[in-house]
């Protein structure tokens, strides 16, 4: 019986694990089937910018491979920019319409389509806007319009950025469990929340002129658009002046009220398409396939573009967070590349490890040597960000970016109140006087956070160091500007910390004036592993994706981000060059 039972078993087990070679197989074929299924752009098109997923700078994704989309979460910035960009000179596309956004992007993302969206309408081509919904990051976006509408019965914000910092000072006297902080830097204030209840003043001073500085550029491009002057825009942001649809169109922050079927009629006389004929609609998503097989780039020498994007931390790196061994290697794969000429690296990053940011520090000191590096600078180019930036040739930032953050931290997590709530005792033996290093149940020693201090002060040096060999200026120039201190685009520009304001396109052409090329191509680094291929080396993710998701919708999202940000920091390892706090700006 055992033997049978066994057999029935193995064949049992055999007929599911064919059935799910066999799916799988199906779903090869109809996405190799579908590869070149490319939807057709029709004579006198609208092209809709709906951007309903996270936008990442890059996603690495390679038009050939069938499964490039496969479990892909983000939209690539670079294939929208593309993307709109090839539009600009299709005959088949008359015009765009921005639809609905609710933007996940950063502000200097944000401001990035914006540019490109002002490009486009140089080409004598309209855009045109409308929203039920408008946040102030999709007014922001969708003001570059022609003419912009709401819906007679929606919705709009804006009031002007703020930002929230939580604090868990009394958390951690309640539960037990507290981290200890080591610092360097008087606007280090990713860890002031573990040692206070209440902001800092150096903090609350450096937000709220972040945020001012960030605002200011944005109410300028809002203005030369809307054509209301920069004064009236906070006098509407202050009173409120746009939270109803008919307030919205009094004070001038768009041009009408209408449903949408009114709407697309304006959209039908834009086209000059007869009123009874359907509209010819291209998503950007399906216009991104077919300007993906358009080049506009083209000549004899290349300009590579690295992108770093996310979290630093020791390792390969991915699509989502900045490693060594990705970045290390992309930049030695483009310095040995004869066809390449310049080399663009695109840094979006809150910083993180300490020794992973000078171990790519190195690296483009290397290259360096050999090619020129230009760094273009994203959302956030911030104390790891930008140590992997400092010694680039040049640097260019946008106005909306924010760097700086030169200084670092370093926090271990102590449970030592909590043991005693709970009835544990530890005890340690050891061989030596220092063998038993920390204990994460007993009080930190005096000497182990003198260790701990001396490793963040030589880390902090080195810092310096490297910023001031990079800006070509003194330690203590350097110090000045750092401590910590985060900057705007705008601020690091008079302050010298970045070289031009500009984006990605402006950093790329300044490559290509250094070498002295007219004509040339670009090439992206690096290249990701498929959404399938990271899907089947990690079962696992889907789960602990839908486990977050579920989490996320029990608790509600102000309770998901205390959890989330209290145990970041918990999991950090090493001395910390990162940026000083989580910034949400709304």
């Not at 010819?280 to 590579?304: H, V």
């Amino acid at each position: 019986m055992r033997f049978l039972g066994n057999l029935l078993a193995a064949i049992f087990g055999s007929l599911i694990a064919f059935g799910v070679l066999f799916g799988m197989f199906v779903i090869f074929i109809a996405l190799v089937g579908s590869a070149d299924d490319v939807k057709t752009v029709k004579d006198n098109s609208v092209l809709e910018i709906q951007i309903q997923n996270p936008v990442a700078d890059y996603v690495g994704r390679d038009a050939s491979d069938p499964f490039a989309g496969l479990f892909q979460q983000s939209q690539g910035l670079d294939e929208i920019l593309h993307a709109i960009d090839v539009a600009k000179n299709d005959i088949k596309i008359k015009g765009i319409s921005i639809n609905n956004n609710f933007v996940i992007a950063g502000y200097s993302q944000t401001q990035a389509i914006r540019s490109a969206l002002e490009n486009f309408k140089a080409s004598g081509k309209f855009v045109y806007g409308y929203a039920d919904v408008l946040t102030q990051k999709d007014y922001y976006l969708a003001s570059v319009s022609d003419s912009l509408f709401l819906n007679k019965v929606g919705t709009m914000d804006f009031r002007g950025l703020s930002s929230e910092v939580l604090f868990y000072k009394d958390l951690q006297e309640k539960t037990g469990l507290k981290m200890e902080v080591i610092r360097h830097g008087k606007y280090k204030s990713a860890v002031e929340p573990y040692l206070a209840n209440e902001m800092s003043d150096a903090n609350r001073t450096q937000i709220k002129e972040l945020l001012h500085s960030l605002w200011t550029s944005m109410v300028s491009e809002i203005a030369v658009n809307r054509k209301i002057s920069s004064e009236n825009l906070n006098i509407i942001a202050d009173t409120l002046g746009g939270r109803t649809p008919l307030l919205a169109k009094e004070s001038g922050l768009i041009d009408d009220v209408v449903f949408f079927d009114e709407y697309e009629t304006k959209l039908r006389n834009a086209t000059k398409t007869v009123q009874s004929d359907a509209l010819n609609y291209i998503s950007l998503e399906d216009y991104i396939q077919t300007a993906n097989k358009k080049t506009l780039l083209k000549g004899d020498g290349k300009i590579a573009i690295i992108y770093a994007q996310g979290e630093i931390l020791y390792g390969d790196g991915g699509p989502n967070f900045i490693g060594q061994g990705i970045m290390n290697e992309s930049l030695k794969r483009a310095r040995e590349d004869d066809a390449v000429k310049a080399i663009v690296l695109r840094v979006n990053s809150p910083g993180g490890s300490a020794l992973t940011s000078d171990l790519i520090w190195r690296e483009v000191a290397l290259t360096k040597k050999i090619k020129p590096v230009i760094v273009s600078m994203g959302d956030v180019a911030a104390s790891g960000g930008y140590y992997i930036a400092a010694g680039a040739d040049k640097i260019f930032a946008e106005t909306t970016t924010i760097t700086g953050s030169i200084g670092v931290f370093g926090t271990i997590p102590n449970g030592t109140e909590l043991a005693k709530i709970i009835g544990i005792n530890a005890e340690q033996v050891g061989t030596n006087k220092n063998s038993v290093e920390y204990s994460f149940f007993e009080p930190m020693t005096d000497d182990f956070r003198s260790i701990v201090q001396e490793g963040v002060e030589q880390t902090y040096q080195t810092f310096l160091a490297r910023v001031a060999e990079g800006r070509n200026i003194t330690i203590a120039q350097a110090d000045s500007l750092a401590q910590g201190r985060v900057w705007s685009g705008t601020d690091a520009k008079n302050n010298g910390l970045i070289d031009e304001l500009g984006g990605l396109d402006d950093a790329v052409k300044a490559a290509a004036q250094m070498v002295n090329l007219e004509t040339y191509g670009t090439q992206s680094y690096p290249k990701y592993k498929s959404g399938l291929e990271r899907f089947m080396e990690d079962f696992g993710g889907a789960t602990s994706t839908l486990k977050q998701n579920f989490i996320k919708k029990e608790l509600g999202d102000d309770a998901y981000r205390i959890l989330l940000e209290f145990k970041t920091g918990i999991t950090r390892k090493g001395v910390q060059a990162r940026m000083p706090y989580v910034l949400s700006i709304k």
